[in-house]
């Protein structure tokens, strides 16, 4: 073992020291929506062969996983090396700054130091309310659409759709009563009609600019380019269906939920639904679901054309040799296998991505089976970088994979985490052969737990659940996920407020009192809240003060108390359709109301929690951490 570990730090060092001549710059290649349907990972109908080339040049991770697969927070745990479950970042709504103000995200901890930063395309998610992270780059970022047609016919003549409002923050309060745009549309176009080829050739101008900028002032480069394709809809040129005859494309091998899974593990429709012909309910034609997978891979033989140009642009500025690039999909995505299309689950077709790494000193075509988390990419990059480990004011879950890039049967983990909440927070480990997700409640610890446990073994497609049959493994990896922290935004480790029951009230156009008691000593989080992004209230505590948010179509209006506060504290606030007030003991601060809420919000009531998108101004839960003695909701009385 001695002599293994020696040898080791020998092949450490000098792989280290081919970097510290000069400094390696980074492209980082994010893909939307991108599981590793590609040659590469030996799908066979797959047409990508710019990326199997990207694979041949450095090391492929064949278990590699998102940490929660749907946009935001999987961008998040990327760019902070942090759990969403560390964070609290787990809605696409989230704002990063909001949470963690002082974060040093990747790109940040390359321009400490001395690399020049810059994105474009799909890094963070901007829409849903999200602004991305204009802080996390030196320049600004060069935004592009993500939901795009060409085709008037796919937007019933040129109208705004659903999901393009939400992708671009508009109407977020009137999304149903939009249109559904096409899931999918072929015309005769060129690859810059569509957002990707655009991306793809800005990005070769800042790689020309950077080439000139090295040569003048030795500066690196941290250029991350994100693409949208597969993300639906699968919006491509036609030349790229035209690569595969759809008749021979794999359908679902299995299409029915896992026998014996809990129902908050399962999903039926969501996103999908939000496009035609998609039905809303009820089972798909076979032709819609062949469209469907289709759709898919043209898109991603789309995206790859587009990222061989990036790639072949870097040989051509003979940059290849002093760059680390890193490919990743930010979570994989479901072809109606279990039944299910898209993400947003923690089954093995959302979570498993690819990642693949070439940079100076990765031994070409190479592949490993080391478990592989996307928090690992930050300490990875910042190491093969040779820049000193990231201490940061979040916390980094990942571990670095450069023992992995220099010998692929290295082991630096031995699990994969990730997480999804649906109601209740799903938390997962993967290992080499099994898969337990385990289901509590975020709000309330005494509600029953909910288990599954699936053998890739003997069951690669997840038929069914053997929680209740292999207890033995069961506690192995129950004792594994007991070793992580109680997930940021959970009540596991405080008070149960679940005991103070108050009915949903009934709010639109009605003046609302809130009147709560608690004993507090450093409080945050939130007493009451009821709404979301678009209209509701919050009674919560900021820094130690009291603060009482009404939100009217998606703007906040706070009341906040002048000093922070402890002990037995009686707090009162309400709005009517003139005023807004705050009171702590009898002691009231007042201003102008932003008027009464005009519809009722779908989001329910919540006592010491938030449990879905922020009512007022923070990010959801936002948990109590202190005592509610009593709280009660009056409405459609005088103040």
């Keep these: 073992m001695k002599t293994w570990i020696t040898t080791c730090s020998i092949f450490l060092t000098l792989f280290l020291g081919t970097l510290s001549a000069k400094k390696p710059n980074v492209l980082l290649l994010l893909v939307d929506d991108l599981k590793p349907a590609m040659g590469c990972y030996g799908d066979v109908n797959a047409h990508t062969p710019h990326m199997d080339k990207l694979a041949a040049r450095g090391m492929r991770f064949d278990l590699a996983y998102c940490n929660q697969a749907v946009c935001a927070p999987s961008r998040f745990t990327l760019m902070l090396g942090s759990h969403s479950t560390s964070t609290?970042?787990?809605?696409?709504?989230?704002?990063?700054?909001?949470?963690?103000?002082?974060?040093?995200?990747?790109?940040?901890?390359?321009?400490?130091?001395?690399?020049?930063?810059?994105?474009?395309?799909?890094?963070?998610?901007?829409?849903?309310?999200?602004?991305?992270?204009?802080?996390?780059?030196?320049?600004?970022?060069?935004?592009?659409?993500?939901?795009?047609?060409?085709?008037?016919?796919?937007?019933?003549?040129?109208?705004?759709?659903?999901?393009?409002?939400?992708?671009?923050?508009?109407?977020?309060?009137?999304?149903?009563?939009?249109?559904?745009?096409?899931?999918?549309?072929?015309?005769?176009?060129?690859?810059?009609?569509?957002?990707?080829?655009?991306?793809a050739a800005e990005t070769i101008r800042r790689l020309e600019a950077a080439k000139k900028r090295r040569s003048s002032e030795d500066t690196p480069f941290f250029i991350a380019s994100g693409f949208v394709r597969p993300h639906l809809p699968f919006s491509a040129p036609k030349r790229y269906w035209d690569l595969f005859d759809p008749a021979k494309l794999p359908m679902p091998e299995y299409e029915e939920y896992p026998k014996d899974a809990p129902a908050v593990a399962l999903k039926r429709g969501g996103e999908i639904a939000a496009y035609k012909p998609v039905p809303t309910s009820g089972a798909y034609s076979e032709a819609l679901k062949r469209e469907l997978i289709h759709g898919y891979y043209a898109s991603t033989a789309y995206v790859d054309a587009q990222i061989g140009k990036v790639l072949d642009a870097l040989d051509r500025l003979e940059l290849t040799e002093n760059t680390i690039i890193v490919l990743w999909g930010d979570h994989g995505w479901h072809l109606g296998d279990l039944n299910i299309w898209t993400k947003h689950t923690n089954f093995e077709q959302a979570n498993r991505i690819p990642i693949l790494i070439s940079a100076p000193g990765v031994k070409a075509g190479t592949s490993t089976r080391q478990l592989t988390e996307s928090v690992d990419i930050y300490p990875t990059i910042a190491q093969l970088a040779g820049l000193p480990k990231p201490q940061v004011p979040q916390p980094i879950d990942g571990v670095s994979l450069v023992p992995v890039l220099q010998n692929p049967k290295a082991r630096v983990r031995d699990h994969a985490y990730h997480a999804y909440p649906r109601g209740k927070l799903g938390r997962a480990i993967r290992t080499d052969r099994y898969r337990l997700v385990q289901w509590r409640s975020l709000r309330n610890a005494s509600q029953t737990v909910e288990l599954e446990l699936y053998d890739y073994a003997n069951d690669?497609?997840?038929?069914?659940?053997?929680?209740?049959?292999?207890?033995?493994?069961?506690?192995?990896?129950?004792?594994?996920?007991?070793?992580?922290?109680?997930?940021?935004?959970?009540?596991?480790?405080?008070?149960?407020?679940?005991?103070?029951?108050?009915?949903?009230?009934?709010?639109?156009?009605?003046?609302?009192?809130?009147?709560?008691?608690?004993?507090?000593?450093?409080?945050?989080?939130?007493?009451?809240?009821?709404?979301?992004?678009?209209?509701?209230?919050?009674?919560?505590?900021?820094?130690?003060?009291?603060?009482?948010?009404?939100?009217?179509?998606?703007?906040?209006?706070?009341?906040?108390?002048?000093?922070?506060?402890?002990?037995?504290?009686?707090?009162?606030?309400?709005?009517?359709?003139?005023?807004?007030?705050?009171?702590?003991?009898?002691?009231?601060?007042?201003?102008?109301?932003?008027?009464?809420?005009?519809?009722?919000?779908?989001?329910?009531?919540?006592?010491?929690?938030?449990?879905?998108?922020?009512?007022?101004?923070?990010?959801?839960?936002?948990?109590?951490?202190?005592?509610?003695?009593?709280?009660?909701?009056?409405?459609?009385?005088?103040?």
């Design 460 to 639: 690669s497609v997840e038929r069914r659940n053997l929680a209740a049959e292999k207890p033995e493994i069961l506690k192995e990896l129950l004792n594994k996920l007991d070793q992580y922290p109680t997930p940021v935004g959970a009540s596991w480790d405080q008070q149960d407020h679940s005991r103070i029951q108050i009915p949903t009230p009934q709010i639109a156009n009605k003046s609302i009192r809130i009147i709560a008691e608690v004993e507090v000593h450093k409080p945050k989080g939130v007493v009451i809240a009821q709404g979301g992004r678009e209209h509701g209230y919050a009674l919560h505590f900021v820094g130690g003060r009291p603060a009482f948010d009404v939100r009217v179509n998606g703007k906040v209006h706070r009341l906040m108390a002048k000093r922070s506060q402890k002990g037995t504290l009686k707090l009162e606030a309400s709005f009517d359709a003139d005023s807004m007030k705050l009171g702590v003991n009898g002691k009231f601060t007042q201003s102008k109301s932003p008027g009464l809420i005009p519809v009722q919000p779908k989001d329910g009531l919540d006592v010491g929690f938030d449990d879905q998108s922020a009512a007022g101004d923070y990010a959801a839960p936002n948990p109590f951490n202190a005592t509610i003695l009593s709280a009660k909701v009056k409405t459609g009385l005088r103040n």
């Design 88 to 199: 609290g970042l787990y809605g696409l709504g989230n704002h990063l700054r909001k949470t963690i103000p002082d974060a040093v995200t990747l790109p940040q901890y390359f321009a400490k130091h001395g690399y020049r930063t810059e994105s474009l395309g799909k890094i963070f998610h901007i829409g849903h309310g999200n602004l991305g992270d204009p802080e996390s780059f030196a320049t600004p970022h060069f935004h592009d659409l993500v939901i795009e047609y060409l085709d008037p016919a796919s937007t019933d003549g040129g109208k705004l759709t659903r999901e393009e409002a939400l992708f671009t923050n508009q109407k977020l309060g009137q999304i149903r009563s939009l249109p559904r745009g096409a899931a999918y549309e072929a015309p005769v176009a060129k690859d810059s009609d569509y957002a990707d080829g655009r991306v």
